[in-house]
């Protein structure tokens, strides 16, 4: 599977500083953009190159102050595309704001190696379980 990685991180004044985009990275290259996320704001994602007809095709990390937000993109069969996040039972149904949109608490982590473990996932397969995303 062919995959393209990139992202921003807003620094202390609010600006977008552009990630350089890595084609085909390797595990250690994730991590380490992941780990440039993990104290500050900003978006990475790594996306399918080509897309496939059916399937996940992307997945994408929003970082705010500490609060994860992954969102795995994928086409049904019919085409159309639908989004899976993470599901905490039991969150209660507050909403957290993530780079000024707001999202339920229930698809808010704020484990690390959780999203370490996703985005691994992804690029080993494709795809994530649906018990860790769903």
């Known amino acids: 599977m062919n995959t393209i990685l990139g992202g921003y991180i807003l620094d202390a ?3 977008r500083q552009q990630l350089p985009a890595v084609f085909d990275p390797n595990y250690s290259t994730i991590m380490n953009v992941l780990s440039s996320l993990k104290e500050a704001n900003g978006v990475i994602g790594l996306r399918c190159q080509p897309e496939p007809e059916a399937g996940p095709y992307e997945l994408m990390l929003y970082s ?3 609060n994860f937000l992954l969102m795995l993109n994928e086409f049904d069969e019919d085409g159309d595309s639908s989004v899976r996040s993470i599901n905490k039972s039991g969150s ?3 909403l957290i704001s993530i780079l000024g949109d707001l999202y ?3 698809s808010i982590t704020r484990d690390f190696q959780l999203v370490c473990s996703i985005f691994k996932a ?3 397969t494709g795809n994530v379980s649906e018990l860790l995303m769903n």
């Open 64 to 66: 705010d102050d500490g």
């Open 104 to 106: 339920s608490a229930k």
């Open 13 to 15: 004044d609010s600006v």
């Open 122 to 124: 992804f690029a080993a």
């Open 92 to 94: 209660d149904s507050s």
